[in-house]
């Protein structure tokens, strides 16, 4: 059910003249480590669908920086994961944390932001915004960019519910999240710091305690920065070998020599892993001797 302010409704009661404009808000993630605990902050940029910016709610939302196109949206019964695809033909002046808006997409900056579309209700005598309503919330789930346009699908937030049931099944890699409780293992017994010698947007080499580990021992672990001006900032780590570390996502600027960093070791969930790196089989909630569904008896 869509929902309108008091205001709004008695001014579409009165008034037959009246203009409406999309309004939208795309609240991107920054992951930061600090209290031993990884924190996730929204930072908000608002657009509007108008050749001016417009002001809602003592928010200002752009108009002149970029053309942002989309779909339709729709309403349905039942538990059905909506679609929004939006199109965003943007220049330099539009800004994602100091980065041009197309090259943060190519740089994932987007991943995992969330978008809200709300339809405004324009008063044409003063063109202020009389009140909105809210018609899509979700996240994105795919962004891509070609020469002069950025093409994003955003899944509704009932994506949420497409998750597996029951929890406990049966496959070949554990079910517990490193680190939690189930797991048992202590995140900063299987930590080192290290100190950067040079460095990519995407690949790190590093000195220090953490270089002298065997090639694979950080794969799908955290970096975090500690220093520097990037300090706090987190990044997946994809691989290490040879004293180098590959980013899963570029970081937003490249980070100077002697910028130090703490990893935190990752786990592929196989049995071979958590004996070997982390000495925990008891806490292994595996089954990799279950045979597949293709296997005939």
Not at 4 to 29: G, M
Request: aromatic share 8%; with cysteine; hydrophobic share 35%.
């Amino acid at each position: 059910m869509k929902t309108a302010s008091d205001t709004l409704k008695a001014f579409l009661r009165s008034n037959r003249q009246f203009t409406i404009c999309d309004l939208y808000t795309i609240s991107v993630p920054t992951v930061t480590w600090s209290g031993g605990a990884l924190h996730v902050q929204y930072t908000d940029y608002r657009y509007s669908s108008t050749a001016y910016s417009v002001t809602y709610g003592g928010n200002v939302y752009t108009g002149a920086d970029a053309i942002i196109t989309r779909t339709k949206t729709r309403l349905t019964i039942g538990t059905e994961v909506d679609t929004l695809d939006l199109t965003v033909y943007a220049d330099d002046t539009m800004m994602i944390g100091g980065i041009p808006f197309m090259q943060a997409v190519t740089r994932g900056s987007l991943d995992g932001a969330r978008v809200r579309l709300d339809k405004g209700f324009i008063n044409p005598t003063d063109l202020s915004i009389i009140g909105t309503v809210q018609m899509f919330s979700g996240r994105i789930a795919k962004a891509d960019v070609s020469r002069s346009m950025a093409k994003i699908s955003v899944n509704s937030d009932l994506e949420l519910l497409n998750v597996a049931f029951p929890r406990n099944c049966y496959q070949a890699g554990c079910l517990n999240a490193l680190y939690d409780g189930a797991c048992g293992v202590s995140r900063s017994t299987y930590s080192a710091s290290c100190t950067v010698s040079g460095a990519t947007l995407s690949t790190i080499s590093i000195t220090g305690a953490a270089a002298e580990y065997a090639a694979g021992h950080w794969d799908l672990g955290v970096m975090i920065i500690t220093s520097g001006d990037l300090s706090d900032t987190g990044r997946t780590i994809k691989s290490f070998s040879g004293g180098a570390l590959t980013l899963t996502n570029p970081l937003s600027s490249v980070i100077s020599p002697g910028t130090t960093l703490t990893l935190y070791a990752g786990c592929d969930k196989t049995m071979s892993t958590c004996a070997g790196r982390f000495s925990n089989l008891p806490n292994f909630r595996g089954l990799p001797y279950v045979p597949v569904p293709e296997v005939g008896l």
